[in-house]
T-cell receptor, first 119, second 114 residues
Framework: AQTVTQSQPEMSVQEAETVTLSCTYDTSENNYYLFWYKQPPSRQMILVIR??????QNATENRFSVNFQKAAKSFSLKISDSQLGDTAMYFCAFFPANAGGTSYGKLTFGQGTILTVHP | ETGVTQTPRHLVMGMTNKKSLKCEQH?????MYWYKQSAKKPLELMFV???????ENNSVPSRFSPECPNSSHLFLHLHTLQPEDSALYLC?????????????FGPGTRLTVT
């Protein structure tokens, strides 16, 4: 079974600054995906960014980038040039990629980090 | 909106009531999911349906009963709930159960059991 840990329950950042959200995970799988999801106050969760474990290059989506350290089982999210619309709860999630395993098809989420962007 | 809708958005029910939550996806997806989101806890996967067949029941009490009549609709029937069942219930869908299929979430139903 997998576990995902987000050690920062809440964080805040000033508009236009950069913030990094932490995530660590524990797994015996060697092939998996990692995700960051964003849940704004309206509650509809959306995918922010995805990282494939077999790719060494860190994923980037506009102002969002990750620092994926496979050996350390760490997957942090960096938000650059923070905007007021980035205020949300952010979830880190793990997805095993080996078909046929007992956890296949299941997303395991962390506890979430509430990010507040201040003007 | 991401193409996954849920009704009602808010529901208050007594412990002896029977109610149903509805989820509908307009994305042509084949897999649908129910999650429970409680305060200060990770999202908990409850049920997974793939091509209208239940493929996962994550040790959920029988007072929660899912139904998937077709690939576009998913229901969660509730009866004799407990106050600790109060939570946000999220529905999600994906093109298939496996990778590389992203899950799209609905806005959730905020359930309060009194």
């Amino acid at each position: 079974a997998q576990t995902v840990t987000q050690s920062q329950p809440e964080m805040s950042v000033q508009e236009a600054e950069t913030v990094t959200l932490s995530c660590t995970y524990d797994t015996s799988e060697n092939n998996y995906y990692l995700f960051w999801y964003k849940q704004p106050p309206s509650r509809q969760m959306i995918l922010v960014i995805r990282q494939e474990a077999y790719k060494q290059q860190n994923a980037t989506e506009n102002r969002f980038s990750v620092n994926f350290q496979k050996a350390a089982k760490s997957f942090s999210l960096k938000i650059s040039d923070s905007q007021l619309g980035d205020t949300a709860m952010y979830f880190c999630a793990f997805f095993p990629a080996n078909a046929g395993g007992t956890s296949y098809g299941k997303l395991t989420f962390g506890q979430g980090t509430i990010l507040t962007v201040h003007p | 909106e991401t193409g996954v809708t849920q009704t009602p958005r808010h529901l208050v029910m007594g412990m002896t009531n029977k109610k149903s939550l509805k989820c509908e996806q307009h994305l042509g997806h084949n897999a649908m999911y129910w999650y429970k989101q409680s305060a200060k806890k990770p999202l908990e996967l409850m049920f997974v349906y793939s091509l209208e067949e239940r493929v996962e029941n994550n040790s959920v009490p029988s007072r929660f009963s899912p139904e998937c009549p077709n690939s576009s609709h998913l229901f969660l029937h509730l009866h004799t709930l407990q106050p600790e069942d109060s939570a946000l219930y999220l529905c999600a869908s994906s093109l298939g159960q496996g990778l590389p299929y992203e899950q799209y979430f609905g806005p959730g139903t905020r359930l309060t059991v009194t």
